[in-house]
């Protein structure tokens, strides 16, 4: 188990009881991991003490939101043109340190009693390395059965790429779904045609645990079946209960 940053930062900052300042330096004495992010912390520290040796002249106001604003934006743009999360994290927090010292905060901002720049500091510190946000979800469009009632699903005409995505779950009926003008639909009592419109296309079909009975087959061949809580697929689910069938593979 490691310390987390926060309580790192509060240790650098002085910020910390004897005893909690004890329990963490003992705590380095077998951890090399935690010894080393002590270490890049102070070194943080120092350079923003350079930066703030450097400023000369009366504080303006800045907010947190517009500091964290600011940063945000150079965390996307960092991250298109870096390609490695922690090079990316490391620079951010520089650079979001820079917005707030270059913006003319003098070294007794920092320093002044209930001054809350050390916290906005830990804060951008703090940052989780997420990924790039995923593109919106097209729009959707299918068609819903009743869960009670036996149905077989058909694709025809079956494009490269096709991907069959199954999920299995808490839900009222048996839905399919495909983006908006890629596939077209034709019904019948207990069946569905799906006729592929478009390559790589993905077909989301969700179902309940419980549904009387569901087949899904492309070009004949049947790759997936469900009859009440039995379930037979080419595929196994992953952790979310979703059977992924790709079935040009």
Known sequence: MHIDDE???RYVDGELGAADRGDLEAHWRSCAACRERLAELRTEEADIAELLKSLDGPA???SADHVIAAARGAERGARASEGRSKQVHRGLRR???SIVLLFGLAAGAWAAPGSPLPRWWRSLRA?????APASPSPDLAGLSFSSDRALEIDVVDPPAGLVLRIGVGSRPDVSVRVPRGAAGFTTAEGQLTIRPHETGLVIDVN???DARSVV???EGRVLFEAREG???SEATPDGEGVYILRPDQ
Do not use: D, G, K, M
């Not at 940052?127 to 990924?131: F, R, V």
């Open 216 to 218: 899904l087959r492309v």
């Open 60 to 62: 303006l106001s800045l």
């Open 207 to 209: 179902l309940p645990t």
């Open 127 to 131: 940052w989780p390395q997420s990924e």
């Open 230 to 232: 039995r379930i037979s």
């Open 7 to 9: 309580r790192l930062q």
């Open 95 to 97: 650079w979001a340190a």
